[in-house]
């Protein structure tokens, strides 16, 4: 313990490193926020250190070179502001914009405390160096070429304005106080990395599953939600959602320690079978949630990855004989969506993965093609396009826009994404009965879009007695009256 306590052993400039490398982020707001608190604090004694020097001091005069702090303080400001209240944290540009700052704030200490006073010694610059250390969090390299490079500057300046005698005390009392900064950087550099440090092994303690080892729910949600919502417009993701199936059978017919072991297998599944820097998470009892980021144009690899999950999980044995499965919901954003809206859109695929009898994945992509919501659309799920061209110009005037589907999935992948201005549905049965049916339960049972007036058009009249009994708001046997059908959801 007492050797990483000593600032010239090699671990505690290895720390250093490590805290500057895995809290880039968090010293990039850091430094940004010190240096709002700094132009704030400026501004002020600024104001108040002229204010009272042409109060107290009799033949004090407000020199031009006074004015040049004012600009600095305005543009920085600016920038400031403008980074803070940015959606997206670039540590790069921060860094360039704070030690563009400092600077020019040095620069502009520098000839204050220089060009008005040939016959006086300095004063600002030893004392605004040494606080340097404490204003801004940088590798130790970088304070060291930058406070080389300012005290240069100073000594120039000293040198050519002041009479040598007083120049010789300030480049001394200027250098005290660089030596002085450096040491404290160091030191200060050491005590940030080992809070740094402890933070870090605190969140992670706070924010990892003890059970599976991957992201908590909290943890997990909020991660993914923040990437989303960062994201650029041609950064292509894909939210995959995970449950067991039966889990509640295990734990209550095999016991808790079973299920437990089988759930930290899950998690070491997820962690092999995914890169690591895409978000994994444990976001409930028996369910699992992962963003996929920057997937590749060709998304077989997420077929794959299901497929390897799905295989993995069922090959899974107890020792009581347990056949063990998962239902999976993949939806690929290829538009701006929210975080909320992925969500939904992948449990609605899970929730379809299950009423296809689990043990499978069902993927689809959200497009990007967004509707105002109060725009009112119709969907037409049918594979008949001559009958599909007739409805549309049927209700062409009484919707804003028509939607058509030739299959199912498509048309759950559908109303999942447009279930705000979906208000109708036709579905018609000619030759995908069993496909069709099955949507107008799935519908029915999910709270989001069993609203949705569905109306069924069909050549069997058992099936339409069906959908009625199901929830379908009218049902039409071919050949049907184009004015009863208009008249029900026109």
């Known amino acids: 313990m007492q050797q990483n306590q000593n600032i010239f052993n090699s671990s505690y400039s290895k720390r250093i490193r490590t805290y500057m490398k895995s809290c880039s982020e968090d010293i990039s707001e850091t430094n940004l926020s010190m240096q709002y608190q700094i132009l704030i604090c400026m501004s002020v004694l600024y104001v108040v250190l002229i204010a009272a020097a042409l109060l107290i001091l009799r033949n004090f005069r407000i020199h031009p070179v006074y004015y040049t702090l004012l600009p600095v303080f305005i543009i920085f400001g600016a920038l400031n502001y403008y980074l803070k209240n940015s959606s997206k944290i670039n540590s790069k540009l921060i860094k360039l914009e704070c030690i563009s700052f400092y600077v020019l704030f040095f620069i502009c200490i520098i000839l204050t405390d220089i060009i008005p006073y040939k016959t006086t010694k300095a004063s600002l610059f030893p004392i605004v160096i040494v606080s340097f250390s404490a204003l801004y969090i940088d590798y130790y390299p970088i304070y060291i070429i930058l406070e080389l490079a300012l005290f240069t500057f100073y000594c120039i300046c000293d040198i050519t304005w002041k009479i040598p005698e007083i120049a010789m005390s ?10 002085v900064s450096l040491v404290t950087a160091y030191i200060v550099l050491g005590i940030r990395a080992k809070q740094g440090k402890l933070t870090s092994e605190l969140k992670e303690k706070t924010s990892t599953d003890f059970l599976t080892g991957l992201l908590n729910k909290a943890t997990c949600e909020q991660m993914v939600s923040e990437y989303i919502n960062r994201k650029s417009d041609d950064n292509t ?4 959602v995970i449950d067991i199936d039966n889990f509640k059978s295990v734990n209550d017919k095999l016991g808790h320690e079973v299920g437990d ?5 899950v998690g070491r599944i997820l962690t092999h079978t995914f890169r690591t820097n895409d978000i994994i998470g444990r976001v409930g009892g028996d369910e699992f949630m992962i963003l996929v980021r920057r997937i590749p144009a060709n998304e077989t690899i997420l077929n794959k990855r299901c497929e390897q999950i799905l295989k993995s999980i069922s090959d899974y044995k107890s020792d009581k004989g347990w056949n063990f499965s998962c239902s999976i919901g993949v939806v690929i954003d290829k538009g701006i969506h929210s975080y909320e809206e992925l969500n939904r859109m992948a449990d609605d695929c899970l929730y379809l993965a299950k009423a296809k009898g689990k043990d499978c994945y069902v993927k689809w992509s959200a497009s990007g093609n967004k509707y105002d919501k109060s725009l009112k659309l119709l969907l037409i799920s049918s594979n008949n396009e ?6 549309v110009n049927m209700f062409k005037y009484d919707y804003d826009d028509i939607i058509v589907s030739d299959n199912a999935i498509e048309t759950v992948n559908i109303l999942s994404q447009y279930k705000d201005n979906i208000k109708s549905m036709i579905l018609t049965l000619e030759k995908t009965e069993t496909d069709n049916i099955d949507i107008l339960k799935y519908v029915k049972q999910r709270p989001a879009l069993a609203d949705v007036n569905t109306v069924v058009v069909t050549n069997d009249n058992a099936i339409n007695l069906e959908a009625v009994k199901i929830g379908a708001i009218g049902a039409f046997s071919k050949p049907y009256r ?4 208009k008249k029900l959801i026109g």
């Open 386 to 391: 001559k009958e599909t061209d007739a409805m």
């Open 261 to 265: 072991a089988f759930l930290t297998h």
């Open 237 to 240: 993701c894909a939210l995959i």
């Open 482 to 485: 184009e004015e009863n059908l």
């Open 170 to 179: 300030d480049i001394f009392d200027g250098f005290a106080g660089m030596v």
